[in-house]
């Protein structure tokens, strides 16, 4: 294949995907211009790659880069907020607000790095188990486990996630 079908190749396939991969690295590192930088990152790897990339595995494999890339960012920058005191957990939601919409920012900020992850793959890119398996090089037995935790975390926290109308 000639170097210009290559790259028009390429420039196709990132036209195509490159939204949807950013959109995953947002659910990931939870800040668009970092998504933005880390997409764009991970696209460069992709493309020094691309002529061996085979073209039928070439989504799961950007996908695999830019997870990688979004999770490496995470180890090396890690947020951490020290207080004094933690936060009661609350009682049952008050009916009023079951129609309240959730604070996702919130809810995704409670999950670690790679459950984050794994939620975003599973739940926005509705891959199954065995996708995101390969995507993150883990067992699907820790694909199931952690999305269970992650669940079973925002499930607790629920009550606390709901936007209430002067929060909006």
Request: hydrophobic residues 40%; proline residues 7%; contains cysteine.
């Amino acid at each position: 294949m000639r170097r210009t079908d290559r790259e028009q190749e390429f420039s196709d396939f990132f036209l195509a995907r490159g939204p949807a991969l950013r959109r995953t690295a947002y659910l990931i590192v939870r800040d668009w211009h970092t998504a933005e930088d880390l997409t764009q990152q991970a696209f460069v790897k992709l493309y020094s790659a691309w002529p061996r990339v085979r073209r039928d595995s070439a989504e799961a494999y950007a996908r695999k880069v830019v997870v990688n890339q979004c999770l490496s960012h995470l180890r090396r920058h890690r947020p951490e907020a020290p207080t004094e005191h933690l936060p009661d957990r609350t009682g049952p939601v008050d009916p009023a607000q079951q129609d309240s919409p959730l604070d996702l920012g919130a809810a995704l900020a409670l999950l670690a790095p790679r459950q984050r992850a794994i939620v975003a793959l599973r739940f926005l890119d509705d891959l199954p188990v065995s996708e995101v398996a390969a995507a993150l090089g883990i067992a699907e037995g820790t694909v199931k486990s952690q999305t269970s935790r992650a669940l079973d975390t925002l499930r607790t926290h629920l009550p606390d996630l709901v936007l209430t109308e002067e929060s909006r």
